[in-house]
């Protein structure tokens, strides 16, 4: 059911986020090999047109104001950092991650942080100019719902 109370099934069945990456192999090894992306599918073209398609598993759309957006800046980096678009991973060990991508080539913006928000949030720049989070939830989505501020819109 949506906010406005629509009882009709969702339309979309998949978020694919299309990202144009200047040095093709370099993103590819980053995030299939260093985040551990899986590869889903992988086309070739004439003139040299590669693509590749990494499962993310689960997607979501996180829509934030330019305050909220600030503010989430401030407590995961301490400045503002990140352009309009910025990618989030859920991953199961925000260090161990962040130490891996950084191996592999992302600069560190900002070392693991737990946030008020009870997450292990790392910021770094990926290939293809992407500006990246990687965040550990250290709480259940049940348990994040009882804290004061955490509830939904709908």
Same mark, same amino acid.
């Given at each position: 059911?949506?906010?406005?109370?629509?009882?009709?099934?969702?339309?979309?069945?998949? /978020? !694919?986020?299309?990202? #144009?990456? *200047? +040095?093709?192999? =370099?993103?590819?090894?980053?995030?299939?090999? %260093?985040?551990?992306?899986?590869?889903?599918?992988?086309?070739?073209?004439?003139?040299?047109?590669?693509?590749?398609?990494?499962?993310?598993?689960?997607?979501?759309?996180?829509?934030?104001?330019?305050?909220?957006?600030?503010?989430?800046?401030?407590?995961?980096?301490?400045?503002?950092?990140?352009?309009? /678009? !910025?990618?989030?991973? #859920?991953? *199961? +060990?925000?260090? =161990?991650?962040?130490?891996?991508?950084?191996? %592999?080539?992302?600069?560190?913006?900002?070392?693991?942080?737990?946030?008020?928000?009870?997450?292990?949030?790392?910021?770094?720049?990926?290939?293809?100019?992407?500006?990246?989070?990687?965040?550990?939830?250290?709480?259940?989505?049940?348990?994040?719902?009882?804290?004061?501020?955490?509830?939904?819109?709908?």
């Amino acid at each position: 059911m949506t906010a406005q109370g629509d009882h009709r099934p969702p339309t979309v069945r998949q /978020l !694919r986020l299309v990202v #144009e990456a *200047d +040095d093709y192999d =370099a993103a590819v090894a980053f995030f299939r090999d %260093a985040l551990g992306l899986p590869e889903q599918a992988a086309y070739s073209g004439g003139d040299g047109a590669r693509v590749v398609i990494l499962d993310a598993g689960r997607a979501t759309l996180e829509l934030a104001n330019p305050a909220q957006k600030r503010m989430i800046d401030e407590v995961e980096v301490g400045r503002q950092v990140a352009p309009r /678009l !910025r990618v989030a991973f #859920e991953v *199961d +060990d925000s260090r =161990a991650v962040t130490d891996r991508l950084v191996a %592999a080539g992302a600069t560190e913006v900002a070392p693991p942080t737990v946030t008020p928000w009870q997450s292990l949030n790392a910021r770094l720049d990926g290939p293809a100019g992407l500006h990246l989070t990687v965040f550990q939830e250290l709480l259940t989505p049940e348990e994040r719902g009882t804290r004061n501020g955490f509830g939904t819109d709908a």
